[in-house]
């Protein structure tokens, strides 16, 4: 039954339908969310020259005697007219916000109740198609569909809905129900009620909130009074560790009861009956049914009744009895529900944390995360790949939200060698359920390099940094690194040029400074061009001279380029960026060139002679006479004076983890420190945050500028995204913040590695896609 769940392709009226493209009322195929979006079937506005319109009516006069007509100028009646039609429905107007927000799923609920109220077939069909195309694990709004279909009485269109709707939620017992329920109504032919259900359980049978399909199966069963297939059903049931175990164990055991042990066994088990029993028993058995049948009489008189018909006389002497069969009948039972039991105290801990096994835009607390992840290990060691296919397919109804988990299904999937189950996840999370996230595309331009489909991982750079995310740091540097592995160097510097200019663009940019730095170390170390490194610094500088951050970088730059040797250019440096500004060229305010002034000191007093180090000193002494108080001291300890010492502090008190953002309570980390720069995440009801917990969200520029042990390989691979719980970073290093040492991270050049051949499609053992018509 777990292959069979596993392998069975969907079937039915809307076969080749999928997520992104949705069966429009007169049945063309509507456009994905990008062309809808792009429409222009939207409710308009009238345009105010309707009310310049003037008519004109001829009217009988009535004055003279109805023989004459006079001109009546209507202008004042259209004007009202135009001006009514104006003033936005308030249909039209969630329409609007929707279609500037597919995301707001409050809008869409909004819009659907009162979609509803009109009762009109065409907007129905519309409104809830682009609704479950934005949120199709939304089962609930699969059945009220679903019910429309029904109250206009078209079967098809139901049926079609219902299709879509399991091909949407496969793994939602509920909707399972709510079709089989209605199919039984529908339907006259027992066999195909009865495939129907096996369909279903097929896929969520096992699922430990089962209980209300199989319930709805026994009922169909006892319907008909097909004793053997009740019995069936029971025997399926009790070996499976689902929440309602033990009622069926003890409902099953009351129904042996009152049933003969033919009625109860299946036809295997009366086959291996049959071979037990001696051969004069079978025939006596063989003649006991004959004279059941035809109403014969035994020995003694007695009519052989219905209560015998099928029974067996235990041959004296013989072995074989029906007490024996009937006990190994039920042994054999008893033995399956203590394994099920067994396996039900295993995961039972799983199960009841799980508070929310449906999907909702809300966010689930970290406990039910974390059990989440939990829960994924346990079954992952226990290694029954189908189990865990369904769990994780559980998982990602309830969390479909959190990229990290579609990334952990994907890594698993890619770890146990079925490619066609990692592809087909990674492609849902990409282009349905979190297409909107930075994350998953940088995850899935990782995954695909790594499998050789080099433009595919080009592709997944160029829509982060044109489209979905424009500016963003993290993004522009592992695209820059991936044209760089593929011996792609001009390509690489494009990509950091493209970022810089579109920055510039920009009234404020807070990653344009470090784009500049990583563009020089890129061209330094990597490249090897020091030279063009220091022109880019001094571009840098010339656009954003009060830019402390980008002068700690060029001073560094040249502590380690020209170091010792050549302390008169950095000198030049030093003066230049610590002078007082003047009216008519502003400068670092007197804080950030005091700190500049002591990375000077620092690097003198570890490489100067002492004649350069007191003329330093004094120097120092002379343009900061005051500054140096015992608060500004406090300040440089503590690292509370320097830029980027603040943005390790805050990095450090965020949930941030390793090699990949944390979502404790599933929003996007993106957003909060990066809204400004280029990817914004949807505004949504549910999403707003408690201020103080809105200033602590991290900055993702400065996670890339922060200490970098290993450089850019710093970044990490994109199995880093697999972690199974959100780890706090350490935090930072008790030094000053201003210390040219704290620069010296740079990185290794990464040798470009041979391109790996292009994937192929590996069948899973025994088991086919589950949806196979996605895309």
């Known amino acids: 039954m777990e292959n069979q769940a596993l392998g069975e392709q969907a079937y039915g009226a809307v076969e080749n339908q999928g997520y992104t493209m949705e069966a429009a009322a007169d049945g063309s195929a509507a456009a994905p969310l990008s062309e809808v979006e792009a429409s222009t079937d939207l409710p308009t506005v009238p345009s105010e020259d309707a009310t310049s319109t003037v008519e004109a009516t001829l009217v009988p006069d009535q004055s003279f005697g109805g023989n004459s007509t006079v001109v009546t100028d209507t202008t004042t009646d259209v004007q009202g007219q135009a001006e009514e039609s104006a003033v936005l429905t308030e249909e039209d107007r969630l329409w609007n916000i929707v279609m500037a927000n597919p995301a707001d799923f409050t809008a869409w609920t909004s819009l659907i109740q009162e979609v509803d109220k009109s009762e009109a077939p065409d907007r129905i069909h519309r409104v809830y198609d682009k609704f479950l195309e934005e949120f199709p694990l939304c089962y609930g709004y699969w059945k009220k569909y679903a019910d429309h279909e029904i109250r206009w009485g078209s079967h098809q269109s139901t049926i079609a809905v219902y299709e879509r709707a399991v091909q949407a939620v496969t793994y939602s017992v509920d909707i399972w129900t709510h079709y089989c329920s209605y199919f039984i109504s529908k339907q006259e032919d027992p066999d195909e009620i009865r495939r129907l259900f096996e369909r279903g359980l097929s896929y969520v049978g096992s699922d430990y909130m089962s209980h209300i399909l199989w319930d709805k199966y026994l009922e169909f069963e006892v319907g008909l009074n097909e004793i053997n297939r009740i019995s069936q059903l029971y025997t399926r049931i009790i070996q499976l560790p689902i929440q309602k175990l033990d009622h069926y164990y003890h409902s099953y055991k009351q129904f042996i009861t009152l049933h003969t042990l033919s009625d109860l066994q299946t036809d295997e088990e009366k086959i291996a009956t049959m071979a037990a029993m001696p051969a004069t028993t079978i025939t006596e058995a063989n003649n006991v049914e004959a004279g059941a049948a035809e109403g014969v009489v035994d020995e003694e008189g007695n009519m052989m009744g219905a209560k015998v018909e099928g029974s067996v006389k235990q041959e004296q002497g013989s072995e074989w009895s029906e007490e024996n069969e009937l006990a190994k009948f039920n042994y054999f039972r008893d033995e399956l529900y203590k394994a099920a039991k ?3 105290a295993r995961i039972s801990d799983y199960e009841s944390a799980i508070r929310r096994p449906y999907f909702h835009v809300k966010p689930l607390d970290d406990a039910q995360l974390a059990n989440w992840h939990r829960y994924l290990d346990f079954m992952e060691k226990e290694g029954d790949f189908a189990k865990v296919v369904k769990l994780y397919e559980r998982c990602l109804i309830a969390c479909a939200n959190y990229p990290e988990y579609w990334i952990r299904y994907v890594s698993h999937m890619d770890l146990q060698g079925s490619m066609e189950y990692a592809v087909d996840a990674l492609t849902r999370a990409t282009q349905i359920f ?51 592995r593929q011996a792609n160097i001009d390509g690489a510097s494009m990509v950091f040029t493209s970022a810089i200019e579109y920055e510039k663009s920009k009234e404020e940019s807070r990653a344009l400074p470090y784009l500049f730095i990583q563009y020089a170390r890129f061209l ?7 030279e063009k490194a220091r022109g880019v610094y001094a571009d840098a500088l010339a656009f954003l001279p009060l830019s402390k951050t980008l002068w700690e970088a060029l001073i560094h730059f040249e502590t380690y380029r020209s170091g010792p040797k050549d302390l008169e250019r950095l000198e030049s440096l030093i003066e230049e960026a610590t002078s007082a500004p003047k009216p008519d060229v502003p400068g670092l305010s007197a804080v950030d060139r005091e700190e500049i002034s002591n990375i000077y000191l620092e690097f003198v007093d570890l490489f100067g002679d002492l004649e350069r180090l007191k003329k330093a000193e004094a120097r120092h002494r002379h343009l900061f006479p005051l500054r140096k108080t015992l608060e500004s001291r406090k300040r440089s300890s503590d690292g509370s004076g320097s830029d980027r010492a603040k943005m390790l502090k805050v990095s450090a008190s965020s949930p941030a983890q390793a090699g990949g953002p944390a979502y404790a309570n599933g929003q996007s980390q993106w957003g909060a420190g990066y809204g400004q720069q280029g990817y914004v995440q949807p505004s949504q009801a549910w999403q707003q945050q408690p201020a103080q917990q809105a200033q602590a969200q991290p900055q993702q520029w400065n996670a890339a500028y922060g200490p970098q042990p290993a ?13 199974t719980q959100p780890q706090a970073l350490p935090p930072p290093q008790q030094q000053p913040a201003a210390a040219y040492g704290s620069y010296a991270q740079g990185y290794t050049p990464q040798p470009a590695y041979p391109q790996q051949p292009a994937y192929t499609q590996q069948q899973a053992p025994a088991q086919q896609a589950y949806y196979p018509a996605y895309y």
């Open 711 to 723: 450089g850019y390989n710093a970044y990490g691979t994109y199995g880093a995204y697999g972690a």
């Open 434 to 484: 979190v297409k909107r996230r930075p994350e998953i595309h940088l995850f899935a331009a990782r995954f695909k390099e790594e499998h050789g489909d080099i433009e595919g991982a080009r592709l997944e750079y160029q829509f982060l940094n044109s489209t979905l995310a424009p500016g963003l740091l993290e993004s522009i540097v592992r695209a820059a690194n991936f044209e760089y």
């Open 524 to 530: 330094d170390q990597v490249v090897q061009d020091t």
């Open 342 to 344: 067994e396996q039900d």
